[in-house]
């Protein structure tokens, strides 16, 4: 059996981990095989844990820690990982990730303009997809939510397990998201990926629209496999 590997990306607050939740949950109601897996794994993995130090300030600022070596710790920890997606890839019809290598291109590559940030892109991309042989996505949902009402969604976010702030130093500077987004709307124009707006007329939209968009985004190309 090989797996229909979807990942779904947005700006820290956009719902990735909520949305992919009620994606699985979704799927696994229709019947179907389905496996969650998340990135960053802060407590499963050495290179998770050192993202964690890296969110929390303990190499630097953002600007103080050059992004293609942050990009190794992302990188490391899906590398780290890559037996347990292997093994949900053997077992399930459907693998969700929240978050994948389209989250580490958006953060790191909004550091950079240009082409700077052409190269960039390419050398992390190198390392995930060549290097340490990671399988690309069949599709990606990406969660286009603006920044402004991302922000609001971070500030309600309960505690997580890698930091005891409010807001890890991504999520407290909106002027980065904003460069994030940007790079997002730029990868989006790509094969594969598939937009599911998060906003109207100014607002959150609600959570359940939300989910309908993402499983239809999540399907839509091969059509809900039928199991006859």
Known sequence: MTARLIAVEGVDGSGKGTQSRLLVDALIAAGRSAS???????????????IGDFLNGRFGSLEAVDPFLASL??????????????????????????RYVASNVAHQGAKREGAERT????????????????????????????VP?????????????????????????SAYLSRVAAVYAELATGDGWVRVPCSAAGAVRPMAAIAA???????????FPDRG
């Open 119 to 146: 190269e960039l892109i390419r050398r992390i991309e190198h390392v995930e997809f060549a290097l340490n042989a990671l399988p690309r996505p069949d599709a990606t949902v990406w969660l286009d939510l603006p």
């Open 213 to 223: 968009d993402v499983l239809s985004a999540a399907t839509g190309e091969c059509g």
């Open 36 to 50: 969650l897996l998340s990135f960053p794994r802060y407590s499963e993995t050495f290179f998770g844990a050192r």
């Open 149 to 173: 009402l991302a922000t609001q969604l971070i500030a309600a976010k309960a505690r997580r397990d890698y930091t005891d702030k409010a807001a890890d130093l991504q999520e407290a500077d």
């Open 73 to 98: 710790l992302f990188a490391g920890d899906r590398l780290e990982s890559l037996p347990v997606l292997a093994a949900a890839l053997a077992e399930h019809e459907f693998v969700v990730l929240d």
